[in-house]
């Protein structure tokens, strides 16, 4: 059977896994993310796929990463927080070290394929995938494939214009990552309880609005109104069958609902919007990556088929 080693690089870890050409993970470790020295960088990640050819028939190297992935030529653009990944060919250095396929994408795409594989997104062709973290990021799914854009900014969701005011000859505006995401919702409740953003963040949010705080319970409602806007315009823009959203929080229990007592207010506001948007959230979290740089992998090298759904 063939195996493949599959990696997820991220500023802090790097995880990795061995998985079968089904998304079964059959083994999972990381270890502390190498910043600013590259030969220590590809010698830890070596030494992971070393280990695992003693083990197990593999077949190729799967890469998830922050930046921009030129997936042809096998270089990372752009920046991170890893600023030694950015420059060197990986295809050519970890297969000329190994004599593996190497394969790597964006580290949001490989979790928007990830979903469309195995998980909110399953028997889907059109997707949108939304992260909301400290800023907002995400990927477009066409026809089963990452639609990346001319300039390799397919997804960057978070730059879309939503608050502009023109003003005694000035103009302002607001990303939705500076509406919508959870730094965002951070500087608001801040803002409305008049303290330091130091002194909170998105889980002390959530508690001061449940124990009754109006201030906390205001920057809420303001921050699910402004991620609904985004939702709806990417709905009408694209038309996808679903949008999913991941990041943390996401894994709030009424977190689908709060956003679609939002919609509603939208649709009802905009009487010739007649399509409600279908929104779910990431089904594998952090592992989305790691099934989706497998993904990616099969789907360039034509090794795609039916699978059943992987078992952790």
Same mark, same amino acid.
């Given at each position: ?10 500023? /802090? ?23 600013? %020295? ?21 077949? @190729? ?36 070290? /190994?004599?593996? =396929? ?12 990830? *979903? ?8 889907? !062709? ?18 089963? !494939? ?8 397919? @997804? ?10 023109? $003003?005694? @000859? ?7 990552? *500076?509406?919508?995401? /959870? ?8 803002? *409305? ?7 909170? %963040?998105? $889980? ?6 449940? #124990? @009754?705080? $109006? ?6 409602? !303001? ?29 709030? =229990?009424?977190?689908? %609902? ?5 919609? #509603? ?15 779910? /959230? ?20 034509? *090794? ?9």
């Amino acid at each position: 059977m063939r195996h493949y080693i599959v990696f997820d690089i991220g500023g /802090t870890y790097i995880k990795h896994v061995v998985m079968n050409g089904q998304g079964n993970f059959l083994e999972k470790g990381k270890y502390p993310s190498e910043r600013h %020295d590259f030969a220590k960088f590809r010698d830890d990640l070596l030494a992971v796929v070393r280990q695992a050819q003693k083990r197990y028939n593999i077949a @190729g190297i799967a890469i998830s990463s922050a930046g921009s992935v030129d997936s042809d030529i096998g270089v990372i653009g752009g920046s991170s927080a890893l600023p030694c990944i950015h420059g060197p060919n990986f295809k050519e250095v970890f297969g000329g070290a /190994t004599g593996l =396929p190497v394969e790597l994408e964006n580290d949001a795409n490989c979790a928007a394929l990830g *979903e469309l594989w195995k998980g909110a997104g399953r028997h889907c !062709r059109d997707i949108a995938f939304v992260i909301v973290g400290t800023g907002i990021g995400g990927a477009i799914v066409k026809d089963g !494939r990452i639609h990346k854009g001319a300039h390799l900014h397919g @997804g960057e969701f978070g730059y879309m214009l939503m608050d502009v005011r023109y $003003e005694n @000859g000035r103009i302002e505006c607001k990303t939705w990552s *500076e509406l919508a995401a /959870t730094s965002a919702l951070i500087r608001m409740a801040a803002e *409305e309880k008049g303290m330091p953003e130091r002194e909170l %963040d998105g $889980e002390k949010v959530f508690a001061l609005a449940e #124990s @009754g705080d $109006e201030a906390a319970q205001k920057a809420i409602d !303001r921050f699910y109104f402004s991620l609904a806007q985004g939702i709806f315009n990417l709905q009408y823009a694209y038309d996808p069958e679903k949008i999913i959203v991941g990041g943390g929080i996401s894994s709030r =229990p009424d977190f689908v %609902d709060e956003i679609n007592k939002r919609l #509603s207010v939208f649709l009802s506001l905009v009487p010739i919007a007649k399509i409600r948007p279908v929104v779910e /959230t990431c089904q594998f979290k952090n592992d989305a990556n790691l099934l989706g740089a497998l993904y990616h992998y099969l789907q360039r090298h034509g *090794e795609l088929g039916e699978a059943s759904g992987p078992s952790h």
